[in-house]
């Protein structure tokens, strides 16, 4: 493949000064039939098309920073040590891209890919827009957009042999996974949060085309919590199923907390000193039967009250779980069957983040179920290993959709993302 | 059919201080495997499903007025002349869900289904959560939503012979149409907007459990605005295109505004008197090939600029097009094929209200387009013939999708949603 398309976008990319509209087909051969595939030549002949208005560049003030309310002109760095999107607040709408690599995308291809990635990404989550950004207006209100990278297997060994950890692979196989091929895998990620849909829809289309010479889409998923403004300030997200949904996670304020998600390995993968390991279940919700349970039942399912998702054995939403207490006729009060006491464990070295959305799309309802941790096997295997042998929650929901990527290293000003993998 | 669930439904919805779980099965009867088709009986083994604690009911301060920030606790009043959903502020997230009526809903099933929606429109948009509502957290915080309800011809039919508008069928076809019946037609609408995507999910979920026995499910779409917060306040929305999006709108605060939407028949179909007829349009946009014309190409073709929508012809976005200005060539500024040249109508009454939302989802991105008015074949057919014979916007739109539905008139407290359809 020579690439002609995407050295054209990173021609732009570099250029000092370029216009934006140079990567774009000429408006009058456009309209003279010049550009193949768009046919516009039967209208051409009313004429009346020769009227050009003074050129108004896409560059002309869209990033203007504006003084108004609200939040859309905010925007989180993209650069530091770690990407943005992983432990910057959970926004309201969430987009995971996954993309199979082309066969004819090597090394090469890749240091260009991401280093239009690179740019991409500086610019979108600034609301600058990138130079060959077609719709610069879509672009000036980022509304705390953040887009995180992550690769698969495929893309590592693209890059050359050894330099994969252990845990990316497919994920051990779970008895009660019923796993489509629709929602899973892939050799790079593009994860898209922001509190407004279009700014992630803008972001997501451009990103795409910029890097359609590379890749080919495989799955998509879309996600939401609560809009921002709408939540009750301080409250834990829902999911579908009502209950309040993260409550145990480990806070970036800990201070083992970096041992519980970024990367640290000095070995073949020390590329990836600074990233983390990224885990998505998508977990349908069975909404019709788990309705039909009353409260009662569905509290001790979880081990936790609807209203505020405190746990059974009292207090409130943060009050730590009495695994041990009794109720009167010396019953546990958290059943043994309960998904809090399957999930929880006593070794800090399973600790894992998470970072849910919920779905609601095409007739199928769910959690979009994401955590990040050092190393799955270690720490989301045995987890998920204990509720997959028994947690009446079960009954009610399936994974159908995994996948496991290697989110890259954050990166500075004047660096591209996936720098260390590329360079190793 | 005899339709147990329903009067189930119906009895809880009516009776005075009914226990929120009495639709449900119970726990217990649940837990020992009485429950048909769920099949927990394994986990049932491992006991311990007995401590049950102090029964938590539904209707237990879900509702509480939130004294905190934001906009989730704002509700909408659904009573009144007209629905709410159409005239009042657009939302942020929109979910158009259409059925097709059971061969066995009569007239009489049809006044049940009506008092069901009835109420579960008056709990959810409130905030209150209807009684039967299994998950009364997630309706606590409405954030403005609105549920707005329209018929299609066959549920008019239903009620008897006689009753319906001339215009309450599919739109006469259009050339350019490449319409799919995945998206089109249907027998009821229930329309719900919402600034937050939770609330249109719990509430279209309620709905839908409560309607299964009298419909099934035809077709959804789901469509967004930018986000509340996140738009520059007094702009107009931009479709994904780039473009400022519904300029030329007329508002409810013109004094003929009425004959533009509102229904005043005094003949058989005087029913709908302060009801409206909803025109549905599935937009899909090639942004792929959009893309590639430049910008003035792509002003041209619209006539109006991208950078904030004024008119070519000058001013700024709410200026009235001067459709007689030549350029130094003397040729006209907005060209022949303009799409604001062949949208515009001199006869005010083609008028319609516009209301559209972006979709992008599915690998397919466009425009839910959506006006009210009187009369489809009077006010928005004649607009969409010219635009169906020549539109340069053509080259990058297509309608794949097209609905027309009789909106019901308002109702007050105490009075029910599509009342005047059923007694008549």
Known sequence: MTNTADTNVEAVHKAAGAKPGSRRFDRRALLTGGAAGVGIGAVLGLGAALGVPALQGAGEDPAAASTDDGFGAESIS???T???GIVTPPAA???YVAYTLL????KAALQRMFRIITGDVEGLTSGAAPLADSE???AARPSALTITVGVGPALVD???A??????????PSFERDKLSEIHGGGDLLVLLQADDPLAIAHAARMIDRDIRSFVKPHWTQQGFRQTRGAEKPGTTMRNLMGQVDGTVNPSPKEKDFSSVIWAESTGSDAWLAGGSALVVRRIRMELDTWEMVDRPGREQTIGRTLSDGAPLTGGSEHTAIDFDAKDSKGLPVIPSFAHTRRAHSTDPSERIFRRGANYDEGGESGLIFACYQQDPLRQFVPIQRRLDELDLLNEWVTHVGSAVFAILPGFKQGEQLGASLLAS
Chains 1, 2 share one sequence.
Do not use: M, N
Request: charged content about 30%.
């Open 162 to 171: 050894g330099r994969k950890p252990e845990w990316l692979a497919p994920l």
């Open 82 to 84: 770690h990407q943005a």
């Open 93 to 95: 709408h969430v987009r």
């Open 103 to 106: 066969p004819e995308t090597d």
């Open 158 to 160: 693209r890059v050359g």
């Open 136 to 138: 610069p207006e879509l």
């Open 78 to 80: 993209c650069h530091g």
